[in-house]
């Protein structure tokens, strides 16, 4: 059981370069999650999916995109990187909705553009 | 909208110094309120939660009350340990209909304890 597993650890990018970011969970959680963690803020939340085939927005998603056509996976993308989009990116999961529910969080990925 | 504030850090205790860390919070709603640890390297890991007031959080050594008239849930530990550094973060979630669960997370707190 590795819980949640994010792929690659580090990578470092020029500006308008192209990437994704791989987050599997083997739990059989319904809900995943990407958050970005900056110095001094916190984690907050990109984008969110409540099931297989489908995302949502959260707090800061501008220049993100997601996808989740498998429930064990949720991808991060970033078409065109910029230099604000160094952080580091955790991915999450969690068994339901309801407010006590544990998320789950991977190691962490992280990014650098230049 | 919601918001966790927590005291700033950097911490810097010896080892079998009592720790607090404070944490208020803002919310509409009635939050469950939750402290993750993140160790140097790793991932957010749950430490202890609370889902209503007066509810006691407990793991580990660590504490923490849910109090509702000072909307505060700060953490404590009475000895701690040179493996307790790490950056502690207190979060509160509010259920929305129809959106999935958000954690809405403080800046986080790094605490070094030295031998």
């Known amino acids: ?114 | 909208g919601d918001s966790v504030t927590q005291m700033e850090g950097p911490v810097t205790l010896s080892e079998e110094a009592f720790l607090t860390i404070n944490c208020t919070y803002t919310a509409t709603g009635y939050p469950s309120l939750f402290w993750y640890v993140q160790y140097p390297g790793e991932g957010l890991q749950l430490l202890l939660k609370a889902t209503k007031a007066d509810d006691k959080g407990s793991n580990k050594g660590f504490e923490a009350t849910y109090r509702k008239e000072t909307t505060s849930f700060h953490l404590e530990k009475g000895s701690v340990q040179v493996s307790d550094s790490a950056v502690y973060f207190c979060a509160l979630s509010v259920f929305s209909s129809g959106s999935a669960r958000q954690l809405t997370f403080g800046s986080g707190t790094q605490l070094t304890v030295l031998p």
């Not at chain 1, 939340?45 to 501008?62: F, M, N, Q, R, W």
């Open chain 1, 1 to 114: 059981n590795a819980g949640v597993t994010q792929t690659p650890k580090f990578r470092v990018l020029k500006t308008g370069q192209s990437m994704t970011l791989l987050c599997a969970q083997d739990m059989n959680h319904e809900y995943m999650y990407w958050y970005r963690q900056d110095p001094g803020m916190g984690l907050r939340l990109i984008h969110y999916s409540v099931g297989e085939g489908t995302t949502a927005k959260g707090e800061v998603p501008d220049g993100y995109n997601v996808s989740r056509l498998k429930k064990q996976n949720f991808l991060l993308g970033l078409e065109s990187a910029a230099p604000s989009q160094t952080s580091v990116y955790f991915c999450a999961s969690s068994y339901g909705l309801w407010q006590t529910d544990t998320q789950y969080f991977g190691p962490g990925t992280r990014l650098t553009v230049l």
